[in-house]
Structures are given as structure tokens and as C-alpha cells.
């Protein structure tokens, strides 16, 4: 009888066993691993000479705001164009003339003081006379108003640049693509027999 029961419950064993196995493969296996194929990757798609022109076109530098950057901030147009070793060149050429503007305008000073000695007290610790130091007074003058429009001339130019130095990427890219303008003399013959003198005009795509 005993042994009887040890093989009733061997066999309740046996099959909970195989049962827990069962499962175990069930969840092993109930999603299979999917491995994707070289056909189902995603192709690059090639873009034509005209989509590539206008992603080159999208990414240059706007000549107006660059002119107005500039126009704010000496400089700032040079920057936004990429074109940064302009930029100490212009600031090193502004320094340098309001160096000369603030010498030239401290001498015209000291000689506007020194004349008002000489008309009060008839001498001068230089001993200019009156005359000359009208002139030398009027010589730094004109050489501080001078470096005053250097300056102006220096701001313009530097708007300038910012803006054309714009225009002239763009037409660096436009030459990329396209080939140089070809002019070609030709002669024409009218209906009367004669000929006339003329040209053809021809821009090829690359």
C-alpha cells in the first residue's frame, strides 16, 4: 500500500515538473526575435541640382542684415558672414584714428590755451608769436576734423563690405553651379543680303 502511494505522488510530481517546463518554453518562445533585412532600410534619397541649390541658398548669409549688423556693431556684419579675420583689422584701424583725433584735438587745446596767454599777457611760455600760433592751432585743427571723417569713411566702408562681402558668397555659390557667362561675336545676315555685327549670350549648367 505504501508503495502505491510513493508512486501516485512521483507521478503528481513528475507532471507538475513537466508542466512548469512547458510554460517556460511558452515564454521563450512567444515572440520571436524579427530580424530586419538589408532591403527595409531606409535610402538617403538623392537630391537634384536644384534642391541642392536651394539647401545651399537657405543656409547663406542675408547682405541686408549683415549690413545692419555692421551698421550696429562695427564688425558684427563680418562675423555673421564667417569672415572674423576682418574684424581686428577693423577695430585696429578705429583705434589708430581715434588715437589721432584725441592727439591731434589735445594739441589744438594746448595751443588754444597758449594764445589766450598771448593775447592777455603779451607772451608765452613757447615763444610763439600770436600769428604762428593761429597757424600751428589751425593745422591740428584741420588734422582732427580730417581723421574725424576718416572715421565716418571707415564706419561706411565697414557697412560696405559686410554687405557685398554677402552678395559675393552668394555669387560664389551661383558659380558653382553654373558655368561662366559666354559671349560670342557673331554676324548676322538680314533679308536685304547685308550683315550686321552682333553677339550670343549662353550660361550653361553644370
Given at each position: 500500500m505504501k508503495i502505491?502511494?510513493?508512486f501516485?505522488i512521483l507521478?503528481?510530481a ?5 508542466h ?8 521563450l518562445?512567444s515572440e ?9 532600410k531606409v535610402k538617403r534619397k ?5 534642391e541642392?541649390?536651394?539647401k ?5 548669409p542675408d547682405p541686408?542684415?549683415a549690413?545692419?549688423l555692421?551698421?550696429?556693431v562695427?564688425?558684427?556684419g ?7 579675420w576682418k574684424?581686428p ?5 578705429a583705434?589708430t584714428?581715434i588715437?589721432?583725433?584725441d592727439?591731434n ?9 597758449l594764445?589766450?596767454?598771448?593775447q592777455?599777457?603779451g607772451s ?5 608769436s600770436?600769428?604762428?600760433l ?6 591740428y ?20 563690405d559686410a554687405?557685398?562681402?554677402a ?10 553651379y ?5 559671349i560670342?561675336?557673331v554676324n548676322?545676315?538680314l ?6 555685327a552682333?553677339?550670343?549670350l549662353?550660361?550653361?549648367l553644370?
Amino acid at each position: 500500500m505504501k508503495i502505491i502511494k510513493i508512486f501516485i505522488i512521483l507521478i503528481i510530481a513528475a507532471s507538475g515538473t513537466y508542466h512548469l517546463q512547458a510554460q517556460d518554453k511558452d515564454t521563450l518562445y512567444s515572440e520571436p526575435v524579427r530580424v530586419l533585412s538589408d532591403s527595409s532600410k531606409v535610402k538617403r534619397k538623392k537630391l537634384s541640382r536644384s534642391e541642392r541649390l536651394d539647401k545651399k541658398y537657405q543656409t547663406l548669409p542675408d547682405p541686408r542684415r549683415a549690413g545692419l549688423l555692421s551698421a550696429v556693431v562695427p564688425g558684427l556684419g563680418q562675423i555673421y558672414n564667417k569672415k572674423y579675420w576682418k574684424v581686428p583689422l577693423i577695430y585696429g584701424l578705429a583705434a589708430t584714428d581715434i588715437y589721432f583725433i584725441d592727439w591731434n584735438n589735445g594739441q589744438y587745446e594746448e595751443l588754444l590755451g597758449l594764445l589766450f596767454e598771448q593775447q592777455n599777457t603779451g607772451s608765452n611760455e613757447t615763444g610763439l608769436s600770436e600769428d604762428q600760433l593761429i597757424n600751428l592751432a589751425d593745422e591740428y585743427r584741420r588734422n582732427r576734423d580730417l581723421l574725424i571723417i576718416l572715421g565716418v569713411v571707415l564706419y561706411t566702408l565697414n557697412i560696405v563690405d559686410a554687405h557685398v562681402d554677402a552678395h559675393l558668397i552668394e555669387f560664389r555659390v551661383n558659380k558653382k553651379y553654373f558655368n561662366a557667362v559666354n559671349i560670342k561675336p557673331v554676324n548676322y545676315q538680314l533679308a536685304t543680303g547685308e550683315y550686321q555685327a552682333g553677339f550670343t549670350l549662353s550660361l550653361k549648367l553644370k
